[in-house]
């Protein structure tokens, strides 16, 4: 496809960019709008007039104001405005050379595989949204005037994500532009999309990638066929551009840092051709694989059954739903055709033989053809469907899948950010011949586990996945096994969740005495153990711990927890002597993992320290964010803390002098995780500190203090008894006023 000289001055665009919808915060995106303002400055910088350009948009109100100043007369993206611009407004262009149509928002694979592009008036139990593939049908309409506009570009930055089971009802099915006959079908059109049917379009950096990579090469084709650089009319080689696109996302899927895979649909672009080139190319068969080919071509031949015209065209119409590409040319398509129709598509030849073998049990070594084919061995929508199901669980969720399957399997290298990305590692334990695939049992072993809404989701999808493969009587003992396991892992964790919780009040003395009080909590059980109203020494308040301890906690396991004042952070309660009397003196913090907690200044961002929480259990330490020494006032961290909303913790380095500003701007921020060292200055501290802290998880972190301090009774020269934690959990408050009886 050449690049042919065009007058830009003569070229139209319409852009639409949905960021808000009409639901949940969580349907919204922040990135749209962005795109749209990139797309609009490429096409103005080639020379296309301002007043060529119609933009419909619903901007998150963060970004409105960008929007403004790029377009300022756009409009809303609801429903009727897009509606009557590609319906009424494109019959006004007159003689012009070149449409542009892009769109970036929420899509989704509806009912009948249909793509639908989101309205703004879309609800969490209403999704509704323009049939993608409209787009193309207008342009060939009356819509657009015979004489006027000799090609189009179309370009949609939207996922195309399966919804998940039980969601289908909640979609509309998509709403065509137009049912009018396609009277001018020989007009060129080059269709670019984000991703393939099924997948998901990404962001980054408030951006989309595709989009992004879009916008660079079009720059670079742009400024090569201008010589200067400059806008002066010359053509566009989007054959060239597009090769860019997929050189780009072809080295972010070597790195794995993405595995979308942009699509593209050309419609008699260049001398009447048709060419659709979607997906990644199928690479060439070696030897072994075109015997299996072999292999599954006969097995396909003789499972189309006595009418094979009648029954290959009816899985061919069912396949169109699945797969990416086109269907073979030949009507009906032949068992080799469809075989190498399947190639193309991943999970393309497991999802053939599921359509032909519905009601037949497929024999092992053409399952077997299928795994060494594609190493895959899930159907096309099994798989779409798994990707959801996993997107619906948060990423808290999704790392305690991968941990399922690493303790299962000994595997260590699965990531839980991206739901496909792991869905595909997941994919990877291929099953033994005749055994229930390994996948199937990490998603019994954590359903069983989480019993929440998508685990029952999960469960039922593992069902249907066994079902198919004649092996529903071993997942159900898989599932037995399973969920005896759970009942072991909620009796553990019941045991690990054993928690002392102790209140001591402010000391309003020279002699530090204090009241306090003592509750001990198992799961949602809560039991009071001592209520001290005459202030005692620290001494007394020690002894008298160490008494209840003795009797109602666990060396090593039971967390205890100080909920002290703002003032007291710095109390080192983890210092504490236990049995001084005795033989055996030891510190608090060496038997038990103990950590301070002030829930003092939390009632304004009580939303925004659960949220932090939320990333505790999936963080490590290499997720807190170093506060510098130099801020030591509460403007200061505040304003740091304003923007990291994020942040699950802090490690702090600031002097002595200074932390107590500093200790209540963290508490009013919401940050439920402190670390700092108790004695050290700022250079000492944090060499200290990045030494002690290492890699650890951050939901380990009471029981890596406490082996710290341990290590510090033995070698008085150890940071450890140094290191002190805030460890605020929202979900375990202490017990309300009113139920503090004293035993």
């Known amino acids: 496809m050449t690049a042919v000289e065009h007058d830009w001055r003569r070229t139209h665009a319409v852009i639409v960019a949905v960021e808000r919808y009409n639901g949940s915060d969580a349907l919204n995106l922040d990135g749209p709008v962005h795109d749209a303002i990139g797309m609009r400055k490429w096409l103005t910088g080639r020379g296309v007039p301002p007043e060529n350009i119609q933009l419909l948009a619903s901007p998150m109100e963060r970004n409105r104001a960008a929007l403004e100043a790029a377009h300022p007369d756009y409009r809303p993206a609801e429903r009727a405005n897009v509606r009557k611009v590609f319906r009424e407004g494109l019959s006004h262009i007159d003689g012009d050379d070149w449409l542009w149509v892009y769109w970036a928002g929420h899509g989704v694979q509806a009912r009948g595989g249909r793509w639908s592009l989101l309205y703004p008036e879309t609800s969490d139990t209403d999704l509704q949204g323009l049939d993608a593939d409209s787009l193309v049908d207008l342009v060939r309409t009356d819509h657009l005037r015979w004489d006027a506009v000799d090609r189009v570009t179309v370009v949609i930055d939207a996922c195309r994500q399966a919804l998940p089971p039980g969601s289908h009802e909640l979609a509309d099915i998509p709403q065509p532009l137009t049912d009018w006959p396609q009277t001018r079908s020989d007009r060129p059109v080059f269709w670019m999309r984000a991703c393939q049917a099924g997948a998901v379009a990404m962001e980054q950096d408030g951006a989309g990638r595709f989009t992004s990579a879009l916008l660079r090469q079009l720059e670079a084709a742009g400024a090569d066929a201008d010589g200067d650089g400059d806008a002066d009319g010359a053509g566009l080689d989007l054959d060239r551009v597009w090769r860019g696109v997929q050189d780009e996302f072809a080295q972010m899927r070597a790195t794995g840092s993405s595995r979308q895979y942009p699509t593209m649909h050309v419609i008699n672009w260049e001398e009447q051709e048709r060419t659709v080139r979607l997906g990644p190319p199928a690479p060439p068969l070696d030897p072994e694989k075109r015997r299996f080919r072999e292999t599954l071509v006969l097995e396909a031949s003789g499972l ?50 599921a359509e032909l073998s519905a009601h037949t049990l497929v024999r092992t070594e053409i399952r077997k053809a299928c795994h060494v084919l594609q190493d895959q061995w899930l159907t096309r929508a099994e798989y779409t469907e798994l990707v959801a199901l996993l997107g619906r669980l948060d990423e808290r969720g999704r790392y305690d899948v991968a941990e399922e399957a690493r303790a299962l399997f000994g595997l260590v290298d699965l990531s839980c950010h991206d739901p496909a990305v792991l869905a595909d590692a997941l994919e990877e334990l291929l099953p033994k011949p005749d055994q229930l695939p390994q996948l199937l049992r990490v998603v019994e072993r954590f359903a069983a586990v989480d019993q929440g809404a998508v685990a029952a989701d999960l469960r039922a999808w593992s069902l249907r996945c066994a079902e198919r493969l004649g092996l529903k009587g071993q997942l159900m003992e898989r599932r037995g096994e399973a969920e005896e396991y759970a009942e072991g892992v909620k009796a553990a964790d019941l045991a690990q969740d054993q928690r002392v919780q102790i209140r001591l009040h402010s000391s309003n003395d020279a002699g530090q005495r204090r009241a306090y009080e003592v509750w001990t909590r198992r799961g949602e059980d809560i039991i009071s153990l001592a209520k001290v109203d005459t202030p005692a020494s620290l001494e007394e308040i020690q002894r008298g711990i160490d008494e209840l301890l003795r009797t109602h906690a666990r060396t090593r396991d039971t967390l205890v927890e100080f909920f002290v004042a703002p003032t007291d952070l710095e109390l080192a309660v983890h210092r504490w002597q236990l049995d001084a009397e005795g033989p055996l003196e030891r510190s608090l913090g060496t038997d038990y993992p103990v950590v301070v907690r002030c829930t003092e200044l939390r009632d304004n961002q009580r939303h925004v320290w659960k949220r932090r929480w939320e990333r505790v259990d999936s963080a490590g330490t290499e997720d807190l964010e170093w506060l510098p020494a130099h801020l030591d006032t509460f403007k200061q961290v505040h304003g740091v803390l304003q923007g990291q909303e994020d942040v699950p913790g802090l490690v702090l380095t600031t002097p002595s002098r200074a932390r107590s500003d500093v200790f209540n701007a963290c508490l009013f921020d919401g940050v439920p995780v402190l670390i700092w060292h108790g004695e050290a200055e700022a250079a000492t501290a944090r060499a200290e500190l990045t030494t002690l802290l290492g890699t650890e998880r951050l939901r380990s972190l009471p029981q890596h203090l406490r082996k710290l301090r341990s290590a510090s009774e033995a070698d008085e020269s150890h940071h450890g008894r140094h290191m002190a934690l805030l460890w605020d959990d929202p979900h375990r408050p202490l017990p309300d006023q009113l139920d503090l009886s004293a035993p």
């Open 304 to 353: 189309l059954g006595a009418d094979p015209a009648g029954s290959a065209g009816r899985v061919a119409a069912r396949l169109c739903e699945q797969f990416t590409t086109g269907p073979p040319a030949t009507t009906p398509p032949s068992a080799e055709e469809l075989v190498d129709w399947a190639l193309e598509n991943p999970h393309g030849t497991v999802t053939l033989l």
